[in-house]
């Protein structure tokens, strides 16, 4: 890549547009979040609204469509900006400035979110020059192709696509929407100071060839013979490249001189990053596990790293969970499977680990594990697609999620109430008949499609996302860091704020804007969903009293706030549920349906 060709993609038309893509969501997320309050520009000029600066003398006018949860569909090509009448072009970055005060953006975190902000346009900027894919075409299209083709990331976050370490060649050679295949790199770490964990059934060493294969095996070994060491004496890791040459080389030199950490080279197989960036799909064997790996960069309010303590106890959570699916004839009638993180492996730096506490980013530099691909599972006409994927809006404003109701030749309410079966009754029995959450949003779920149609869903992530609510819960010894104690009143936001407020609501709007499905439609339909569930389980209805699925008003628990005030440390892991920034209560969509 030449000099030029690093900053190609930023072009004066590609950076107006992104700007004025990101004011969009920063004006509706904001709002939303009661950051920001428009005001009503009369009813001549009806959805005509203004948001001040906090000094008043710049003026943001803008049409918007307020839906249900206190949706704002802005439209972006509405937007104008004024300062004492005279119009001046969107500019995000002076956006935030204009507004610090009303955005709680203390001095400390304003200029490392404007980075945030800048990379995130960057990537919109580089997205804008790959070719438009019709969602018609997209939505036919296979597993990877729908992966790499997502544009927005995250539909909350204004500042998603941060990666705060990235250059922009490693932003071209590692993000999902490069969709650049990648090969791992493959380290040897001293088994004093590495632990590998698997679940039932899995062997070090067959796991290793059956993943790497015999031949690359046996060449990593003689690397370490050719150096007088032992190949018992080591368990093999494998690396994100960022990773070796930003932070291991370096941070990680004591241990590579001292042979605690021997590169053996990069692999064979070739992988594709996903949406979560440090998450590999195997594209030269698909049914091949996926790796996730450690990748010390800032993104969306965390570095993210993979902790080695946290992945002894990975495969046993999923193994666990895999059980009580098998064993549960409702979640089993759902289609519903998870794809299990089978085996981890960790590296414990001795010298970092004394000098920090056990959330400190220094303890999750260097940890992978591997989890099943879906791709084996499939029967005859069946396609993979991240949920992620039903939240897309192509170039034309068409919505995936409408392409696929299309293809499919369902009707609207059928389609969703095919999805709805997949994906949101399952989360429902879970909670009810378990006390057992997920953290489902579009990244964590994947779909199985049959001609468009959603046939079952599949949950991932599960180690670091599941959580038991219930504090007399049984468990196994070795699963019972997923029991966490959450506050009775906060329990079923993990359903109203990671379901209907963080997913549903979009879904819901994109629909209705598409003119595909009426919003009362669309939450009528969840409505009957949770009412058909609740019916066939009178056993748990002392539980539905209990936590009511159809109460008037949920708490508004607010994303972005917990970016703008803390953009490095998002949440308080010792203590997630305390971390939450609860700003008054928005209706309930099903409530009276």
Not at 10 to 18: C, E, I, K, T, V
Not at 204 to 219: P, Q, S
Request: aromatic fraction near 10%.
């Amino acid at each position: 890549m030449t000099l030029s060709d690093a900053v190609a993609h930023l072009s004066p038309d590609r950076w107006a547009r992104a700007n004025r893509l990101l004011i969009r969501k920063a004006l509706a997320e904001f709002t939303h979040e009661r950051l920001i309050t428009p005001e009503p520009l009369g009813e001549e000029r009806e959805n005509r609204y203004l948001v001040r600066s906090d000094d008043g003398r710049i003026e943001y006018a803008f049409t918007a469509v307020r839906r249900a949860l206190d949706h704002w569909q802005v439209d972006a090509d509405s937007i104008t900006r004024h300062r004492d009448g005279t119009e001046l072009p969107l500019a995000a970055l002076d956006f935030f400035i204009e507004l610090k005060e009303s955005l709680g953006l203390s001095d400390e975190i304003l200029p490392v979110y404007l980075e945030e902000i800048s990379s995130t346009l960057s990537g919109t900027c580089y997205k804008l020059t790959k070719p438009q894919v019709p969602v018609a075409e997209l939505a036919a299209s296979g597993f990877q192709a729908i992966e790499t083709g997502m544009t927005e990331g995250h539909p909350c976050f204004v500042a998603n696509n941060g990666r705060l370490g990235f250059d922009i060649g490693e932003y071209r050679a590692y993000a999902p929407e490069a969709a650049n295949p990648v090969r791992l790199v493959w380290l040897a770490a001293h088994r004093s100071r590495a632990a590998f964990t698997a679940g039932v059934g899995i062997e070090y060493e067959t796991f290793l060839r059956d993943e790497l294969g015999a031949e690359t095996v046996d060449r990593f070994h003689a690397v370490l013979r050719e150096q007088d060491l032992d190949p018992a004496d080591y368990l093999f890791i494998p690396v994100h490249p960022w990773q070796w040459w930003n932070k291991l080389t370096v941070t990680f030199a004591a241990e590579v001189a001292r042979r605690n950490l021997v590169l053996l080279g990069e692999g064979d197989d070739e992988y594709l990053a996903q949406q979560s960036i440090r998450t590999f799909f195997n594209t030269s064997h698909p049914a091949k596990h996926y790796v996730k790996t450690a990748l010390s960069v800032l993104n969306m309010g965390f570095m993210r790293g993979l902790s080695a303590s946290y992945m002894e106890a990975t495969p046993a959570i999923n193994d666990w969970l895999a059980q009580l699916i098998e064993g549960d004839p409702v979640l089993k009638s759902t289609g519903l499977s998870v794809i299990r993180e089978r085996a981890a492996v960790g590296y414990r730096h001795l010298e970092y680990e004394a000098a920090t506490d056990k959330h400190s980013p220094y303890r999750k530099m260097l940890a992978a594990l591997w989890r099943e691909s879906p791709v084996p599972s499939l029967q005859d006409g069946e396609s993979l697609a991240t949920m992620a994927s039903l939240l897309h809006v192509d170039h034309e404003g068409r919505s995936f999620a409408a392409a696929l109701i299309e293809r499919s030749g369902l009707t609207p309410e059928e389609w969703l109430s095919r999805y709805l079966r997949a994906y949101f009754v399952p989360l429902l029995h879970s909670f009810y008949a378990y006390d057992l959450v997920y953290m489902p949003h579009g990244e964590n779920v994947i779909l199985v499609l049959k001609n468009g149609a959603v046939e079952r869903a599949v949950y991932k992530d599960i180690a670091e996302e599941i959580a038991v609510m219930d504090p007399d819960a049984v468990l196994p010894p070795e699963v019972a860091r997923i029991r966490v104690d959450v506050p009775e009143d906060k329990k079923l936001l993990s359903i109203f704020t990671d379901v209907f407020d963080c997913f549903f609501r979009f879904l819901a709007s994109n629909l209705a804007a598409d003119g595909v499905m009426e919003e009362e439609t669309f939450w009528r339909t969840v409505a009957r969903s949770v009412r058909d569930y609740q019916e066939a389980a009178p056993e748990l209805a002392h539980r539905f009293e209990q936590y009511d699925m159809f109460a008037p008003e949920f708490a508004l628990s607010c994303l972005n706030r917990l970016q703008l005030r803390n953009n490095k440390q998002m949440v308080d892991l010792a203590d997630p549920s305390g971390a939450l920034q609860l700003v008054g209560n928005l209706k309930n969509p099903i409530a009276g349906l």
